[in-house]
């Protein structure tokens, strides 16, 4: 019985733009709106069925830090979302800032990028890239109506796995000396909780975590006795989103690591009901209301690009004369199994060595977003040149905001200035990033 067949098909070119951009999360969001509006003619493509990707289809419940304290640092895109979102919600509505309705996120990202005029689709995904001597050609998509072929100028890769990046032949990285990536979270939607007037249930954080600890002790509620807990953030009236357990060995890249992940996570969330009813004050009625559609993922394919950004970056805050912007978070790796040294480890990393002062940043160089070997290719977001731990800080939707914001300028100024995206004039590039709002204090321009 044969193993392999040959395929061939002629296809439809249904776009013909300038600018081409994978996937419709915090990433690919920002870059197609900045290239639209600076005249692109720009085409994206999500594979689900809104705009958002973690913040959205994933549920997860809130954003990690803007900014370091003294400085707002993902200016531009990442403050006009936020902005939007709190006047979604209105002045009454009692969540805190950071905090994510996704409905109402879902809303925010629709507008924007309708208004940009951007030309999008949902359940659409990029499913190969033919090339020739570095230069992509065209992508083939697949949705609804078939497969079809986008032709563009540049291409933005902004599947948060790096997959264009990989089908256009860029080299690329994952996980640990192993291989081995981080665990992902399924997210999910609570109801019936009941929060105190100062707006949060009677605990959270450590004390939630100390009772965990007890919960392990006294009983067998869990089928998992994992010390990791991030725990639950208010989302609505009476709504709280969690962000809790883990799915050790999540491959994002695998359909089949996904699938038994989404259906293993959805089977213990009983159990977290059980503990927050009898543990947490405010959660006596606590009712799962729902879990994401898409597997929460922190890690999966690091894009080999001109410059590597490493935690030798991130403990020297370091600064770049191609930088595109600065960023903050604490570098998030999270243990790969329950070991209380490996938690214990994380905690020490998470707590003390990978942390900043107020005011204190590290610079994201331009080259990040350069594939080797690829002319009209650019990534944006969580797939973007560094290592394992500075992917653990970048890969927050703030940061995403900022390699995208970047990604979408620099298509826009690679078509203009007709050169590929390894010889851009970084210097106009931060030039124009600077009159979007970008925060880029090292550029003297």
Known sequence: ??????????????????????????????????????????????????????GTAGLVP????????????????GREVLESLNAEKGIDYPVPEVCIPAEMLKRVYDRMVSEAGVDFTFHTTAVDAVCHDGVIDYVVCSAKKGLFAVRAKIYIDATGDG??????GAKWEMGDETGGPMPG?????????????GGKPGLTGKPVRELLYKCFEKEDIFTIKDPHHPGMWRVGLHVSGGNMGHAFGLDS????????HLVQERSRMPEFEKFYRKYIPGYENVELSGTANVMGV??????????????????????FEDEIGRYCYQIDCHPASTNPE????????????????????????????????????????????????????????????????????????????????????????????????????????
């Open 163 to 168: 997959d264009l990046s990989v089908m256009a």
């Open 298 to 319: 922190r890690e999966s394919r690091r894009i080999i690009g001109d410059y590597v950004l490493t935690a030798d970056d991130f403990l020297a805050r370091a600064v």
């Open 62 to 77: 809130a954003f990690c830090t803007f900014g370091n304290g003294v400085d707002f640092l993902a200016d531009g895109i």
């Open 342 to 445: 490996a938690y214990a480890a994380f905690e020490k990393d998470f707590r003390e060595k990978y942390r900043y002062k107020p005011g204190e940043s590290y610079g994201i160089p331009y080259r990040c977003l350069t594939p080797i070997g690829c002319k009209n290719l650019l990534v944006a977001g969580r797939c973007v040149s560094t290592d394992r731990k500075m992917q653990a800080s970048l890969r927050v939707m703030p940061g995403c905001y900022l390699t995208g914001q970047a990604a979408g300028m620099a298509a826009s100024l690679a078509i203009g200035q007709g050169a590929d995206v390894h010889g851009l004039n970084v210097r106009t590039l931060q030039e124009k990033l600077r009159g979007i709002g970008a925060f880029l204090p090292n550029f003297a321009g």
């Open 185 to 197: 979270t399924l997210c999910s939607l609570w109801g019936n909780v009941e929060f105190n007037p």
């Open 253 to 260: 890249t695998d359909e089949r690591s996904l699938t038994h």
């Open 1 to 54: 019985m044969a193993t392999k067949v040959e395929y061939g098909k002629t296809l439809d070119v249904r776009y013909d733009v300038d600018v081409f951009v994978a996937g419709g999360g915090p990433a690919g969001i920002a870059a197609a709106v900045v290239a639209a509006r600076q005249g692109r003619r720009v085409s994206l493509a999500e594979t689900n069925g809104c705009l958002g990707g973690m």
